[in-house]
Nanobody
Framework: QVQLVESGGGLVQVGGSLRLSCAAS????????MNWYRQAPGKQRELVSA???????NYADSVKGRFTISRDDAKNTVYLQMYSLKPEDTAVYYC???????????WGQGTQVTVSS
């Protein structure tokens, strides 16, 4: 069982920045992908960004050019640097670790990001 703990959320003004961290209790290298999702009130959870074991990266169109995902395997930590934040970025952000074989998916408890105008 892997524990994921997010941190770094908070209240920020429009145009501000935040860096989210996701610390894993075990090796993140064992996972095929580390993902950041978010869920706004009344909306479905959506994939924000993903980084694979070999470093491939994907972003949702809504955050391209503003968010940057990175990983530090030595620290078993994944980061989401968020710039130029908008009110529509307000959501609970969740870290997810995904393994294909055997199929496993682990979630953190989430961290709230609120962007005020």
């Amino acid at each position: 069982q892997v524990q994921l703990v997010e941190s770094g959320g908070g209240l920020v003004q429009v145009g501000g920045s935040l860096r989210l961290s996701c610390a894993a209790s075990g090796s993140i290298f064992s996972f095929n992908a580390m993902n950041w999702y978010r869920q706004a009130p009344g909306k479905q959870r959506e994939l924000v960004s993903a980084i694979t074991r070999d470093g491939r990266i994907n972003y949702a169109d809504s955050v391209k050019g503003r968010f940057t995902i990175s990983r530090d395997d030595a620290k078993n930590t994944v980061y989401l640097q968020m710039y130029s934040l908008k009110p529509e970025d307000t959501a609970v952000y969740y870290c997810n670790a995904e393994r294909i074989l055997p199929p496993r998916s682990y979630w953190g408890q989430g961290t709230q990001v609120t962007v005020s105008s």
